[in-house]
């Protein structure tokens, strides 16, 4: 057993035997330093036995900080988990690219009534049946508390006991992986959680006085803190059988080393897929608009699979809402739909309003298109919303119908939040359960005060602590068979069936894309309507509130509409306000 302490002057391994006779026997181990502060103690731990560490001349446990399980907390004991002890069965999985994929978001505490990784198990069917590829959860962490986003994790090779634990964990992805779903774990690495940090009591891992939105900076300036990401990222990849990562704010990684961290891990899991003979993809969320995370290392990138394109989603959110508050408010020009279409993205050097300077570098046209991960509506962009509305307690059944076309046959790879396909009418929001009555008090008046600033009523502004806030962020399964949330479920169903049958859905090209907006059939302005082309097949949106016809080619045929009315007559392919159609 080691743990790396260089701040220790000295460091018992504190082991605890639950007994019939005695509930908790207590021996502490002395460790003995060794080079570059690790510490090592002769003892090899069983699967499931209690274990800690106490530094100094104190009697305080402290947890490992590569616990694998906390079965009572992030505060307690930790238990060793033995990776080889589950007998996997999916020897058949290959594994999927991302490149032709279809991702869907899911937070395991709300997407089931149980709220727990065997629940999710139970809704595989109705993923396939989606024509979903890859299921990406978000972070599974431990943290202090019930329930919680997972972005305030402090045990970050753990995972959360109310989902179920690691057992639990694996049964899910190898349960996936025989139902032909593919993997990705949401991950945190640019920032620790308020309550239950421990790692600054073993060595530096956070850099003093440099901070970030969320907290003190991680300190990628040490050789031993730098390891300790990449070999976590190495855990999820090889000991989990999870497909890929997806990196939580990659901006706020503070790294200063020749090799950037980022292309340390991507260096890492590359090898590892060679070894393991399937893809492993590494999907990096960034707001700097820099395609040097996704270029190859050869090209001077750092290798990264793919990354999420926020000006596809404001771009989108803008064209389908009218709303241009904020950041919102560079994208309010009808041409920022056609430019994230065929460009990427919108600010690739362009003057950003919001941020008051130049924004972005240009996406090389060899790119392929589909490392570029796009959608309509994801966790933050819902839940970081006062009242954590979706686009469904807003938009018409047409909106939204509009709102899948442009999802599922953007350029990108399409990504759905649980509960989209079928428009639930169910909120997603901001929810904690922090124990501290401090830090919860605090979580309160700062979520509160930060939509005041924005103008928002405080009445609308739910509390984070309070249960019922995470009650009402559950999916109501019954509604996707109900009204028009089953029509738009099928639509969903069509459009991914629609994606695997015209290869040019999935044509990763730059150059094969084409789009163009405020045309109408007789060349005059149309107000928000859009022609966006991909090879051979055309996507029309009517956003406007009158009908718009565009001039048809007579071979012109129809693969998908959103409403009956949409028709070619005459040569013209009409659509009604709020419709779009997919033509060849």
Not at 118 to 126: E, L, P, V, Y
């Amino acid at each position: 057993m080691q743990v790396w302490a260089p701040r220790a002057e000295r460091v018992r391994l504190r082991m605890l035997q639950h007994g019939a006779a005695e509930s908790n026997v207590v021996e502490d181990l002395e460790m003995t330093r060794g080079a570059d502060g690790w510490w090592d103690a002769a003892v090899q731990l069983s699967d499931g036995d209690e274990y800690g560490f106490v530094l100094g001349d104190g009697d305080d446990l402290l947890p490992d900080p590569r616990s694998m399980r906390q079965p009572h907390g992030v505060h307690e004991a930790s238990a060793f988990v033995d990776p080889g002890a589950f007998t996997w069965t999916d020897d058949a999985w290959t594994g999927k690219q991302l490149a032709g994929g279809l991702i869907y978001e899911l937070h395991i505490g709300t997407f089931t009534p149980e709220g727990t990784l065997d629940a999710a198990i139970s809704r595989f069917d109705h993923l396939i049946e989606l024509g979903v590829t890859h299921i990406e959860l978000l972070p599974v962490n431990g943290f202090n508390g019930t329930w919680n986003w997972g972005y305030d994790g402090v045990a970050w090779y753990t995972v959360h006991e109310a989902y179920g634990g690691p057992a639990a964990y694996v049964r899910f992805v190898d349960a996936a992986h025989n139902a032909g779903l593919a993997v990705i774990q949401d991950v945190v690495y640019n920032h620790l959680g308020p309550s239950g940090n421990y790692l600054p009591e073993f060595g530096p891992y956070l850099r003093d006085g440099s901070r970030n939105t969320w907290g003190d900076s991680v300190n990628l300036d040490d050789a031993a803190v730098r390891a300790y990401i990449v070999e976590n990222t190495l855990m999820w990849l090889r000991d989990y059988h999870v497909d890929g990562l997806r990196l939580d704010a990659v901006h706020a990684l503070h790294d200063e080393q020749p090799v950037h961290i980022l292309q340390e891990m991507a260096e890492a899991s590359d090898v590892l897929s060679a070894h393991v003979g399937r893809p492993l993809t590494l999907i990096a969320e960034s707001d700097m608009n820099d395609p040097k995370l996704i270029l190859p290392r050869e090209a001077g990138g750092y290798g990264l699979t793919a990354q999420w394109s926020d000006d596809w989603h404001h771009a989108a959110h803008v064209a389908l809402t009218g709303e241009t508050v904020g950041y919102y408010e560079d994208f309010a020009a009808l041409e920022a739909l056609p430019k994230v279409w065929m460009q990427g993205f919108f600010h690739n050097g362009t003057f950003s309003s919001f941020r008051e300077r130049a924004h972005g570098f240009p996406i090389p046209e060899t790119v392929p298109a589909w490392r570029l991960v796009t959608f309509a509506q994801d966790h933050d962009q819902i839940g970081n919303r006062a009242a954590g509305d979706r686009l469904s307690q807003s938009l018409s059944y047409g909106r939204l119908a509009v709102a899948a076309v442009l999802t599922m046959t953007a350029p990108g790879t399409p990504m759905l939040f649980m509960g989209e396909e079928w428009g639930a009418s169910t909120p997603w929001q901001f929810f904690t359960s922090h124990p501290e009555e401090w830090l919860g008090e605090a979580v309160r008046k700062g979520r509160t005060a930060e939509f005041e600033k924005m103008g928002w009523d405080e009445s609308v502004v739910p509390d984070p602590q309070d249960p019922a806030t995470f009650e009402r962020s559950k999916l109501a399964w019954h509604e996707a068979a109900e009204g028009d949330h089953a029509r738009l479920l099928k639509l969903y169903r069509s459009l991914a069936r629609l994606r695997r049958d015209r290869p040019e859905l999935t044509d990763p090209a730059f150059a094969n894309l084409t789009a163009q907006a405020g045309e109408s059939a007789d060349g005059s302005v149309a107000g928000r309507t859009f022609r966006l082309g991909r090879g051979d097949v055309s996507v029309f949106v009517n956003l406007s509130d009158a009908p718009v016809s565009w001039r048809a080619a007579k071979d012109t045929s129809v693969l998908l509409r959103t409403d009956a009315a949409v028709a070619i007559v005459d040569g013209r392919l009409t659509l009604p306000a709020a419709t779009a159609a997919v033509v060849d």
